[in-house]
T-cell receptor
Framework: GAGVSQSPSNKVTEKGKDVELRCDPI?????LYWYRQSLGQGLEFLIY????????KSGLPSDRFSAERTGGSVSTLTIQRTQQEDSAVYLC??????????????FGSGTRLTVV | LAKTTQPISMDSYEGQEVNITCSHN???????ITWYQQFPSQGPRFIIQ???TKVTNEVASLFIPADRKSSTLSLPRVSLSDTAVYYC?????????FGKGTRLHILP
């Protein structure tokens, strides 16, 4: 597609439920990144994919968080047993090159997750 | 990864030139410097990237001194629509870290 697409744009869930957030990167972009942004805060790195593999999962805040990418394209971020502190905007970005040099990241508009 | 330091917030007026400086004292030889802009309810948007000296595009200029320990993003003749958060990033890794950015507020 023309840009990075994320769905849903908004998600309200009850504490303890599982949620899945989807990211559809720009066609041909091999690198995909997930970030989290709490209200008024900067971006917190979660995980990075090169193709279907995730060389760096160091940013995932707990074992309740997992992500996968299939076919070198769509990625899903799953949060199990959601907690109120998981409430944030989850941003996905993709990049043409393995490094974001020269091209930079292209971000989606994010999924706003609210855990009640 | 090199850590960056930039002002938390800045105010300016329409039509003025705005300069936002970022410090990155432990920048590595291979690190590039990249600036992003983020509007409310949107993801960050790439503005400009450079390695040394000066880079200019249709949106901004980036000034990098010889020691590369700082960089300055220059926005010419800002308008109200330039009100946003501006992030300075340093790195050549696959995982580029965003700080809290500079919240720029343009006044009429």
């Amino acid at each position: 597609g023309a840009g990075v697409s994320q769905s849903p744009s908004n998600k309200v869930t009850e504490k303890g439920k599982d949620v899945e957030l989807r990211c559809d990167p720009i066609s041909g972009h091999t690198a995909l990144y997930w970030y989290r942004q709490s209200l008024g805060q900067g971006l917190e790195f979660l995980i990075y994919f090169q193709g279907n593999s995730a060389p760096d999962k160091s940013g995932l805040p707990s074992d309740r968080f997992s992500a996968e990418r299939t076919g070198g394209s769509v990625s899903t971020l799953t949060i199990q047993r959601t907690q109120q502190e998981d409430s944030a905007v989850y941003l996905c970005a993709s990049s043409l090159a393995p490094s974001a040099l020269d091209y930079g990241y292209t971000f989606g508009s994010g999924t706003r997750l609210t855990v009640v | 990864l090199a850590k960056t330091t930039q002002p938390i917030s800045m105010d300016s007026y329409e039509g003025q030139e705005v300069n936002i400086t970022c410090s990155h004292n432990n920048i590595a030889t291979n690190d590039y410097i990249t600036w992003y802009q983020q509007f409310p309810s949107q993801g960050p948007r790439f503005i400009i990237q450079g390695y040394k000296t000066k880079v200019t595009n249709e949106v901004a200029s980036l000034f990098i001194p010889a020691d590369r320990k700082s960089s300055t993003l220059s926005l010419p003749r800002v308008s109200l629509s330039d009100t946003a958060v501006y992030y300075c990033l340093v790195g050549e890794d696959d995982k580029i870290i965003f700080g809290k950015g500079t919240r720029l507020h343009i006044l009429p």
